[in-house]
Each structure stands twice: as C-alpha cells, then as structure tokens.
C-alpha cells in the first residue's frame, strides 16, 4: 500500500538523493558528474525553505521507503491583470522511482500540489518539464508557454 504524507524535515537526506537523481536522468548527465556542493545546496534549501513553508512537499511511500517526491515553492510576483495578487507557486522536485512510474502516483501528489495552492490562494503554478512528464501536466489542465526564455548569468 502506498501512503501519501506532507515531507517533514526529517525527509530532507532523502528529498535531497531523490533530487539528484531526478537531475542526472532528465538533464542527462552522467552519473560519475561530482554532486557534493549541489547536495549541499538542495540541504540548506530544503531545510531553510520547508521551515518557512515557502517550499512544501508531499511525498509517496511503500513499506516506510519514499518512492516519489514533489514540491511547491512559493513567491510572488508584481501583479498582472491574470493575476491581480502576484501570488505564485513553482512546480517542481515530482520525481517517481522508475518501477513505480505509471501507476498514478504523480497524479496523486500532483493533485495535493495544486489542493494546496489553492488553499493559499495562488492564482498560476508554475513549472519545466520533462518530455515523459509532460503527459501528466496536460491531462491535469497545464497549458504550454513557447514564448518563456531565460538567461544564465556567471
């Protein structure tokens, strides 16, 4: 039986591993890639973040073992007329072990993501996906923005 439950920070280790191994698939890059400084990073985010609750997680597990992650992080923008309270939440972190895909697991937390924006009145979530997750973001009213670019800066 699989339990869905809030993260608590003491899930943060494995919030963390599940994280990086989320990046290596879907950015592609090899496994022997140092991960040290970024498993640093994602601890103190995640502990600085879920203690403010501006980063939240639900979390899906099976016999006590978390089998899938997701997160919402909060922030706000200078309003717009879509969205008159700037209110906004970044979808990210939805990474399912891969013998546990297809079985409605994303779905599932996926919906108490959004149950939970809307308790905080978010007016747009926010997210970047990967091709195999982009199914589940559409079947779930996601609309696609081609017109999003951005900039890394050194």
């Known amino acids: 039986m699989i339990i869905y439950r809030r993260a608590i920070l003491e899930d943060i280790n494995k919030l963390v591993e599940l994280r990086v191994e989320f990046l290596y698939e879907a950015e592609e890059i090899s496994i022997d890639t140092p991960s040290e400084e970024l498993r640093n990073s994602l601890h103190s985010f995640f502990q600085r973040n879920m203690k403010s609750e501006h980063f939240i997680s639900w979390i899906a597990a099976k016999k006590n073992k978390i089998i899938a992650t997701s997160g919402l992080v909060f922030y706000e923008v200078p309003p717009l007329f879509e969205n008159i309270s700037g ?15 297809r079985k409605g697991i994303g779905t599932e937390l ?7 924006a809307r ?13 195999d997750g982009k199914h589940l973001y559409e079947k779930n009213g996601f609309k696609f923005n081609e017109n999003e670019m951005y900039i890394l800066l050194d």
Do not use: D, G, H, Q
């Open 87 to 101: 209110k906004e939440a970044y979808l990210m972190n939805m990474y399912t072990l891969p013998i546990f895909r």
């Open 110 to 116: 996926l919906k108490r993501l959004i149950e939970e």
């Open 119 to 131: 308790k905080r009145e978010i007016r747009k979530v926010r997210l970047v996906t990967t091709e």
